[in-house]
C-alpha cells in the first residue's frame, strides 16, 4: 500500500503528499519524524507498478455463459481530444502493466464522464458485464458505531491509500472477460479498474483481513481511507507504526 497521511488534532489539519525522494519529504518537513523510517511507503513510483496476483485477486462470476452474455460492441466515432485522452490513457496503464492488448470475441467500449473540474475521466463501459455478474454483498461499516469509538479519541491520523483499486489483481483466468476496444485495439484489464460492479465489495474485504488485528481498536477502514484513533501521542504514534 501507498498511503498519504493526515494527523489533525485540536482542529488544525497537517497533510502530507507522496514525493519522489525521502530527503525531500524529510527536508520538506512533509512527514512526521516520527514516521521517517517508513518514508518509503509513502513513495508513488511503488504505486505504479503491477502487484502480484494474491488470494483477494477480482473474482468475476457470471450468471449465463460468456459466448451468449457477451458481445463485440462497434465503435463509435470520438473526437480529437477524446482519441487524444484515450491514447493517453493507454500509454499509461500499459507503461504500468496495467492493461495488455488482448484478441477477443467480446469486448466493450469506452466512454468520457466530465469531472467537475471540467476534465474527462477515461470510463470503460462494464454495464452489461455487471448485469450478468452475481453480485457479491460485502458488509460495509456503520457509521454510527464508528462515531461512538472515536468520540472517546484524542488524537487522529488519516491514511489514504495512492491507486488503492490497482493494488487488486483481476483473476488471471478471468482477465479477458474485461476486455475493451478503442481506436488502437483491444485490450484486457489486469487490474480492478473503475466501473467493475463488485469492485467496492472485493477491496473492503481485502483492507479488513488486511487491519483485521486492529479494527475497533485503534482504527476503522473505509474503502482506501484508513482512520487511526488514539487517547494519547505516545499509543498513536505505536499505533499508527502498526499500521504502517
Same mark, same amino acid.
Given at each position: 500500500?501507498?498511503?498519504?497521511?493526515?494527523?489533525?488534532?485540536?482542529?488544525?489539519?497537517?497533510?502530507?503528499?507522496?514525493?519522489?525522494?525521502?530527503?525531500?519529504?524529510?527536508?520538506?518537513?512533509?512527514?512526521?519524524?516520527?514516521?521517517?523510517?517508513?518514508?518509503?511507503?509513502?513513495?508513488?513510483?511503488?504505486?505504479? %507498478?503491477?502487484?502480484?496476483?494474491?488470494?483477494?485477486?477480482?473474482?468475476?462470476?457470471?450468471?449465463?455463459?460468456?459466448?451468449?452474455?457477451?458481445?463485440?460492441?462497434?465503435?463509435?466515432?470520438?473526437?480529437?481530444?477524446?482519441?487524444?485522452?484515450?491514447?493517453?490513457?493507454?500509454?499509461?496503464?500499459?507503461?504500468?502493466?496495467?492493461?495488455?492488448?488482448?484478441?477477443?470475441?467480446?469486448? %466493450?467500449? %469506452?466512454?468520457?464522464?466530465?469531472?467537475?473540474?471540467?476534465?474527462?475521466?477515461?470510463?470503460?463501459?462494464?454495464?452489461?458485464?455487471?448485469?450478468?455478474?452475481?453480485?457479491?454483498?460485502?458488509?460495509?461499516?456503520?457509521?454510527?458505531?464508528?462515531?461512538?469509538?472515536?468520540?472517546?479519541?484524542?488524537?487522529?491520523?488519516?491514511?489514504?491509500?495512492?491507486?488503492?483499486?490497482?493494488?487488486?489483481?483481476?483473476?488471471?483466468?478471468?482477465?479477458?472477460?474485461?476486455?475493451?476496444?478503442?481506436?488502437?485495439?483491444?485490450?484486457?484489464?489486469k487490474v480492478l479498474l473503475f466501473g467493475?460492479?463488485?469492485?467496492?465489495?472485493?477491496?473492503?474485504?481485502?483492507?479488513?483481513?488486511?487491519?483485521?488485528?486492529?479494527?475497533?481498536?485503534?482504527?476503522?477502514?473505509?474503502?482506501?481511507?484508513?482512520?487511526?484513533?488514539?487517547?494519547?501521542?505516545?499509543?498513536?504514534?505505536?499505533? %499508527?507504526?502498526?499500521?504502517?
Amino acid at each position: 500500500m501507498n498511503p498519504s497521511l493526515t494527523r489533525f488534532t485540536n482542529g488544525s489539519i497537517s497533510a502530507i503528499n507522496l514525493a519522489a525522494e525521502l530527503l525531500e519529504l524529510i527536508n520538506d518537513l512533509l512527514i512526521f519524524p516520527e514516521y521517517s523510517d517508513y518514508a518509503h511507503v509513502f513513495f508513488k513510483a511503488a504505486s505504479n %507498478v503491477l502487484a502480484p496476483h494474491k488470494p483477494y485477486d477480482y473474482k468475476i462470476e457470471l450468471l449465463e455463459r460468456k459466448e451468449k452474455a457477451l458481445r463485440y460492441s462497434l465503435l463509435y466515432k470520438m473526437s480529437i481530444l477524446e482519441l487524444e485522452l484515450t491514447k493517453a490513457y493507454l500509454i499509461d496503464n500499459l507503461n504500468k502493466g496495467f492493461i495488455e492488448p488482448l484478441i477477443a470475441p467480446f469486448a %466493450v467500449l %469506452v466512454l468520457f464522464a466530465k469531472k467537475q473540474d471540467g476534465s474527462f475521466r477515461f470510463c470503460i463501459d462494464f454495464r452489461a458485464l455487471n448485469n450478468l455478474t452475481r453480485k457479491d454483498r460485502y458488509p460495509f461499516l456503520l457509521i454510527d458505531k464508528t462515531f461512538a469509538r472515536l468520540s472517546r479519541a484524542k488524537i487522529f491520523t488519516k491514511l489514504d491509500i495512492q491507486q488503492a483499486f490497482h493494488r487488486i489483481r483481476i483473476d488471471s483466468a478471468l482477465e479477458e472477460l474485461t476486455t475493451f476496444k478503442t481506436r488502437y485495439g483491444a485490450y484486457k484489464c489486469k487490474v480492478l479498474l473503475f466501473g467493475l460492479t463488485n469492485r467496492p465489495a472485493t477491496y473492503q474485504r481485502y483492507m479488513n483481513d488486511f487491519l483485521f488485528d486492529f479494527l475497533d481498536i485503534f482504527c476503522t477502514a473505509y474503502l482506501n481511507d484508513i482512520l487511526i484513533y488514539s487517547s494519547d501521542l505516545l499509543k498513536h504514534a505505536y499505533h %499508527v507504526r502498526q499500521v504502517l
